[in-house]
């Protein structure tokens, strides 16, 4: 995997991470740097663990389904894609900022939501010959920085913006399953 697709994925895996930050800071009437900190870290960590688990569930897996493996990790991809650009454009900006997010309690079940499609990738990378541990330090990297930044910038994104922010990264994973699928048909 290349420089540049470890960094398209670790940016699409960290763009839901983003909304949420969004839609957190807007609900402080002015986000502090240390709660934006908090948060991007809190983001960034989660979000850096689940590939590593999703990667081990897909390596045991993988003798079974190396045959498809390539057709696998386009359907995992496309769905989180999909799922997510659906999402951003479904997320009404009411829904963005309705409640009360203040909590590390909250604040750990977003992150872990968030994480979720970083789990199905992980799967899906068990397929391919990548170091596992790059791919996710990139995307809790993107995630802390894009969380803490999202936070930062809340007050002048808005959820509003948000929501295309995560079409564009849906559509993005979506290009990377169906770039992974033509490689392995092609060669």
Do not use: C
């Not at 936070?151 to 559509?171: D, N, T």
């Amino acid at each position: 995997m290349s420089p540049f697709t470890i960094a398209a994925l670790a940016v699409g895996m960290s763009i839901d991470a983003f909304v949420a930050s969004v839609s957190r800071g807007a609900s402080f009437k002015r986000p502090r740097f240390k709660e934006a900190m908090r948060t991007g870290i809190v983001f960034g960590v989660v979000e850096a663990i689940t590939p590593l688990i999703g990667w081990l569930a897909g390596v045991v897996a993988s003798q079974y389904v190396q045959t498809v493996d390539h057709w696998i990790a386009f359907i995992l991809l496309a769905v989180v894609g999909g799922r997510m650009a659906m999402e951003g454009f479904s997320r009404s900006e009411e829904e963005s900022s309705s409640s009360d997010n203040r909590s590390l309690i909250v604040l750990m079940a977003t992150a872990i939501g968030t994480s979720i499609d970083a789990m199905a990738v992980g799967v899906s990378l068990a397929f391919l010959d990548v170091n596992i541990v790059i791919v996710a330090i990139a995307i809790g990297f993107a995630t802390f920085a894009m969380s803490t930044g999202g936070m930062l910038l809340s007050r002048l994104i808005g959820p509003r913006f948000g929501k295309w922010a995560e079409v564009v990264g849906g559509i993005g994973l979506i290009g990377l399953g169906t770039s992974i699928l033509v490689d392995h048909l092609t060669a």
